[in-house]
């Protein structure tokens, strides 16, 4: 099964709006920095400016982020593109007979609610200007290429 990277890819997409703002940004551009098609740069564009986190553009025009980065958490860019799909899922079809298999999924539901609440609230205390900084970081620490901030 191969997880979405739906979500880092449009952090990595407002990212590089924010970064690039002053540079002509057309769907090629910022397509090589993600190093996918401008086909699906244009339709994260159109869920994200959907969802208000991209302003409105005419063609021609560069995409732009509809507020500054320090007031869009993490949550809103997982809202967004994943529209609060749960972070994990349980398998409902186990076998009621067997010790295991009849407690199993209520036992995960509630250890996965406390892990997924986790999760969400730190998404929502994490901007994507914290994003743009640690990038900037590592930047300027290791220059181009791959790194950990």
């Known amino acids: 099964m191969r997880i979405s990277t739906k979500f880092s890819d449009s952090i990595h997409l407002l990212s590089f709006i924010s970064i690039f703002k002053t540079e002509k940004l057309t769907s090629e551009f910022i397509a090589s920095s993600i190093k996918t098609s401008p086909v699906v740069v244009r339709r994260m564009i159109g869920e994200l400016r959907l969802a208000?986190?991209?302003?409105?553009?005419?063609?021609?025009?560069?995409?732009?982020l509809s507020r500054p980065p320090v007031d869009i958490s993490l949550f809103d860019v997982y809202s967004a593109v994943e529209h609060k799909k749960p972070l994990f899922n349980i398998d409902k079809d186990t076998n009621p007979h067997c010790p295991v298999g009849a407690h199993v999924p209520d036992v995960l539901r509630s250890i996965y609610s406390e892990a997924e609440a986790a999760a969400f609230g730190q998404l929502g205390r994490t901007?994507?200007?914290d994003v743009i900084d640690r990038i900037q970081v590592a930047h300027q620490r290791y220059g181009e290429g791959t790194a950990e901030a």
């Open 52 to 64: 208000g986190l991209i302003s409105p553009y005419q063609g021609g025009k560069s995409p732009q």
């Open 127 to 129: 901007t994507l200007q």
